[in-house]
């Protein structure tokens, strides 16, 4: 399994950038995806996910009302809107491929992932 993650940069506050995932050698129907991010001298944090077989969506708190996490089974790929930004959404983010559908408790853990992308840094000025 493969991650390719993109669509980070630099944003002003309050704007907008919607990340995509690619995933290859694994299907939706029976996998979670997750979108985590982590800043400098910070742990890994969840920001959202989706379980493959029903589409049920999972947001923290902070990023809940903001972000929207989507996907495209025809192109593979599983993607993050995320409206109105703020300063401390600066991070690089994740996305992550879980091998079971995840309820919601293990779907917010990173531990409950199995594969990986690379990052991409999203940076949001003031």
């Known amino acids: 399994v493969q991650l390719q993650a993109s669509g980070g940069g630099l944003v002003q506050v309050g704007g907008s950038l919607r990340l995509t995932c690619v995933i290859s050698?694994?299907?939706?129907?029976?996998?979670?995806t997750g979108w985590f991010r982590q800043a400098p001298g910070k742990e890994r944090e969840f920001v959202a996910a989706m379980r493959g077989s029903d589409r049920s969506t999972f947001y923290s708190r902070s990023t809940k009302g903001r972000f929207t996490i989507s996907r495209d089974a025809a192109k593979n790929a599983v993607y993050v809107q995320m409206n109105s930004l703020k300063p401390e959404d600066t991070a690089v983010y994740y996305c992550a491929v879980g091998s079971r559908s995840l309820i919601q408790s293990s779907a917010t853990t990173p531990a409950a992932y199995d594969f990986w992308g690379q990052g991409t840094l999203v940076t949001v000025s003031s």
């Open positions: 050698g694994r299907t939706f129907s029976s996998t979670t």
